[in-house]
């Protein structure tokens, strides 16, 4: 970590644990703001070759401009590129061509508060919402690919609407439990349970639900579609051992692909996986 990461970390850390010896819900609240801030804003110079051959397009969510590109429009079969955390879409650049070369139309947006996208933080329901206006304004779509956190809010969105075994998902380390990746956040800013509690009723005070209800795993029990995913061993961020579990449900449509040395972001770039993705879309 670099020295001013350092100095963000320890900042936030201080902020939170002094909050919350005045009012854990007062902390909770700021807590919650922060994990669903992307601090990080990847920086284009300009932008990938293929995305000045695209279409622009944009569309209102909640006050906010969402932003994308579309190709090769119209097509019967169309696929949606989603990314993650702290990502964009223009870092998938290497799926669009391969998949424009099989006559597929494309699909590509930035979520709130990333990219070119407005906003200044994300939550779940927000990218489901998302996912579900793309699929109603430009769609339907028959395939889709996701990372991170995108592949969460993929499976939630896949498992509310009608589908069947025609529909293809890929999933490359996806964020597989929400209560994990919260149990992390805390860790990393070390702060005390009562402030988790707090944080946890917030979560169930917005959406209507517990943070366990946001989980791959329990949304994956209502998908029908045919689903590729792929998880490093070394993967920092979204852990193996969440994943294993879904993969030992043993679901009839799941294939389940472990790598090594590529860890949470050099995954989606590596030229075997990208192949793979290709073929099975």
């Known amino acids: 970590m670099k020295l001013a990461q350092k100095l963000v970390v320890n900042y936030f850390r ?3 644990n002094l909050l919350a010896l005045v009012s854990n819900k007062a902390a909770a609240r700021s807590a919650f703001r922060l994990f669903c801030t992307p601090l990080r804003k990847p920086r284009f110079k300009e932008a990938p070759p293929v995305f000045k051959r695209g279409e622009a397009l944009s569309f209102s969510l909640d ?7 579309r190709w090769n429009h119209p097509r019967p079969h169309k696929v949606l590129v989603i990314h993650g955390f702290e990502s964009t879409v223009k870092n998938f650049d290497r799926y669009i061509a391969p998949l424009l070369k099989k006559d597929y139309e494309v699909l590509a947006f930035d979520a709130p508060a990333h990219g070119s996208s407005d906003g200044q933080r994300i939550i779940i329901p927000q990218y489901v919402d998302m996912l579900r206006t793309i699929h109603e304004q430009y769609g339907p779509v028959n395939s889709f690919m996701a990372h991170s956190l995108g592949g969460l809010a993929l499976t939630l969105f896949v498992a509310s609407i009608p589908h069947g075994p025609d529909t293809k998902v890929v999933l490359i380390a996806p964020v597989t439990e929400t209560t994990t990746a ?4 805390f860790r990393f800013l070390d702060l005390p349970a009562g ?5 946890d009723q917030h979560i ?3 959406s209507g639900y517990w943070p366990s209800h ?3 795993r329990r949304a994956l029990q209502q998908v029908q579609a045919q689903v590729l995913w792929f998880h490093d061993e070394q993967d920092e961020l ?8 879904v993969r030992d449900d043993q679901h009839p449509r799941l294939d389940f692909v472990i790598t090594q040395g590529l860890g949470h972001r ?3 770039r590596d030229n075997k996986v990208t192949k793979q993705v290709v073929e099975f879309l």
Do not use: Q
């Open 195 to 199: 402030v988790r509690k707090a944080f």
């Open 182 to 185: 919260i149990d992390t956040f």
């Open 266 to 268: 050099a995954i989606y």
């Open 204 to 206: 169930h005070d917005l």
């Open 63 to 69: 006050g906010l401009t969402i932003r994308g590109h």
């Open 14 to 16: 201080a902020k939170l």
């Open 238 to 245: 979204t852990p193996l051992s969440d994943a294993i579990k």
């Open 214 to 216: 946001y989980s791959i």
